[in-house]
């Protein structure tokens, strides 16, 4: 059992709130959706019905029931909890908590960074192969681009100069964390948050593609003196970090190009399993397994996942199952792209920031294992989000629902 478990329990509460408002006259409904969130609601029920049916289908194919199960819950059931942030009341003095609330969560990851760099008590020691530890978890370092997402925004934002002085310091040290932390990932989500939040508020104030250029490169270059500043900070133990993560590419082989990567075997063998069940897929519970060279020239077989969750709902659910992700998460980026504009200015810093997270949660789990914990905070940003985004500027001629 997970916290979510708790957040299901939660949601059950407000769906049967809403029902007993059905049946007593004066009663609010507590889920009061405008006809873009009703299609993200019916996407998100048509995913569901899917993936039940993927489980049957993966009953049917002799897979264990634990498994399939397993892969029903962090696939699908959690995914529910898109729904809890828009079961609330909220007035603009809640609303205005969500960024505090954001850094100071976020910033629990930074603090655990700090801790091990300081004490060298590492995530993640591995004695197998000498070129770890890890730094962080790699859901930490999902948190870390948000919050350095947040920070890139207040930058961009109409702010105090005295808010973003303050702001600089923490952006920087959050980039060079990121790049410490010993994931690859962590040093393209260093660039990629950024570089997703110059994109939108740049748009949002009219600029063409040489203003998104010209604010990217002077973020950028401000990130990277901050991030400078942290590694000089931490020379020691940032050279041992760089010359660890060297030798990985070097020992495992650069991602996608190499024949001594897992994900080289991992992604062919998936999509051989989907060519194999081209229409209804495996069935949900299929734990991949396949042949995985050593530097030693010889194989070995691994049970484990694709590193990439479209490839594993491709290959478990089939088309289907790959499509109705792909439609809910392309209507939600749609959806967002065209009211982000309109938003009040006192919500954009935070909105542009979680959708960062959002969409670098996403990037995350197209190169690394899709865990419970971040598909829960994902699901439940994209609600908080839809929030957000129903605070337009008073101007607008398209009134808040």
């Given at each position: 059992?997970?916290?979510?478990d708790?957040?299901?329990?939660?949601?059950?509460?407000l769906?049967?709130?809403?029902?007993?408002?059905?049946?007593?006259?004066?009663?609010?409904?507590?889920?009061?959706l405008?006809?873009?969130?009703?299609?993200?609601?019916i996407l998100?029920?048509?995913?569901?019905?899917w993936?039940a049916?993927?489980?049957?289908?993966?009953?049917?194919?002799?897979?264990?029931?634990?498994?399939?199960?397993?892969?029903?819950?962090?696939?699908?059931?959690?995914?529910?909890v898109?729904?809890?942030?828009?079961?609330?009341?909220?007035?603009?003095?809640?609303?205005?908590?969500?960024?505090?609330?954001?850094?100071?969560?976020?910033?629990?990851?930074?603090?655990?960074?700090?801790?091990?760099?300081?004490?060298?008590?590492?995530?993640?020691?591995?004695?197998?192969?000498?070129?770890?530890?890890?730094?962080?978890?790699?859901?930490?370092v999902?948190?870390?681009?948000?919050?350095?997402?947040?920070?890139?925004?207040?930058?961009?934002?109409?702010?105090?100069?005295?808010?973003?002085?303050?702001?600089?310091?923490?952006a920087?040290?959050t980039?060079?964390?990121?790049?410490?932390?010993?994931?690859?990932?962590?040093?393209?989500?260093?660039?990629?948050?950024?570089?997703?939040?110059?994109?939108?508020?740049?748009?949002?104030?009219?600029?063409?593609?040489?203003?998104?250029?010209?604010?990217?490169?002077?973020v950028?270059?401000?990130?990277?003196?901050?991030?400078?500043?942290?590694?000089?900070l931490?020379?020691?133990?940032?050279?041992?970090?760089?010359?660890?993560?060297?030798?990985?590419?070097?020992?495992?082989?650069?991602?996608?190009?190499?024949?001594?990567?897992?994900?080289?075997?991992?992604?062919?063998?998936?999509?051989?399993?989907?060519?194999?069940?081209?229409?209804?897929?495996?069935?949900?519970?299929?734990?991949?397994?396949?042949?995985?060279?050593t530097?030693?020239?010889?194989?070995?077989?691994?049970?484990?996942?694709?590193?990439?969750?479209?490839?594993?709902?491709?290959?478990?659910?089939?088309?289907?199952?790959?499509?109705?992700f792909?439609?809910?998460?392309?209507?939600?980026?749609?959806y967002?792209?065209?009211?982000?504009?309109?938003?009040?200015?006192?919500?954009?810093?935070?909105?542009?920031?979680?959708?960062?997270g959002?969409l670098?949660?996403?990037a995350?789990?197209?190169?690394?294992?899709?865990?419970?914990?971040?598909?829960?905070?994902?699901?439940?940003s994209m609600?908080?989000?839809?929030?957000?985004?129903?605070?337009?500027?008073?101007d607008?001629?398209?009134?808040a629902?």
């Amino acid at each position: 059992f997970y916290l979510g478990d708790f957040l299901i329990f939660l949601l059950g509460a407000l769906a049967l709130q809403t029902a007993v408002s059905l049946v007593r006259r004066g009663t609010a409904p507590i889920f009061e959706l405008t006809g873009r969130e009703r299609l993200l609601g019916i996407l998100l029920l048509a995913g569901t019905c899917w993936g039940a049916f993927s489980g049957l289908n993966g009953v049917a194919n002799g897979l264990l029931i634990r498994d399939v199960i397993g892969d029903f819950r962090r696939l699908y059931f959690y995914a529910w909890v898109f729904f809890i942030p828009l079961g609330f009341r909220y007035g603009r003095r809640h609303l205005r908590l969500v960024a505090p609330a954001a850094v100071a969560g976020c910033g629990i990851a930074l603090l655990f960074g700090l801790y091990r760099l300081a004490t060298g008590n590492w995530f993640y020691p591995n004695d197998e192969v000498n070129i770890f530890p890890r730094l962080l978890v790699d859901d930490e370092v999902v948190s870390l681009a948000l919050l350095l997402a947040y920070c890139t925004a207040l930058l961009m934002a109409d702010r105090s100069r005295a808010l973003k002085l303050c702001v600089f310091p923490l952006a920087g040290l959050t980039a060079a964390m990121m790049c410490l932390s010993g994931w690859r990932m962590g040093i393209a989500e260093a660039v990629l948050a950024p570089l997703i939040v110059v994109t939108i508020m740049a748009r949002n104030r009219g600029r063409g593609v040489a203003g998104v250029a010209l604010r990217l490169g002077a973020v950028m270059t401000v990130l990277a003196v901050g991030a400078g500043a942290a590694f000089f900070l931490f020379s020691g133990k940032a050279d041992k970090i760089v010359f660890m993560l060297k030798e990985r590419v070097a020992h495992f082989g650069t991602p996608m190009s190499s024949d001594s990567d897992t994900r080289f075997y991992a992604y062919r063998q998936a999509l051989e399993n989907y060519a194999a069940h081209p229409v209804l897929g495996t069935g949900l519970g299929d734990d991949l397994s396949y042949p995985k060279k050593t530097t030693g020239g010889t194989f070995i077989y691994i049970q484990g996942t694709t590193h990439n969750i479209f490839l594993d709902l491709l290959y478990q659910t089939g088309p289907v199952g790959f499509g109705l992700f792909v439609a809910m998460h392309g209507l939600f980026c749609l959806y967002l792209w065209r009211r982000i504009r309109r938003i009040d200015p006192r919500f954009e810093p935070v909105a542009v920031a979680l959708f960062a997270g959002y969409l670098c949660t996403l990037a995350h789990y197209s190169f690394e294992p899709a865990w419970v914990s971040g598909l829960i905070v994902m699901y439940m940003s994209m609600g908080l989000l839809v929030v957000l985004l129903r605070e337009q500027q008073p101007d607008t001629s398209g009134a808040a629902p």
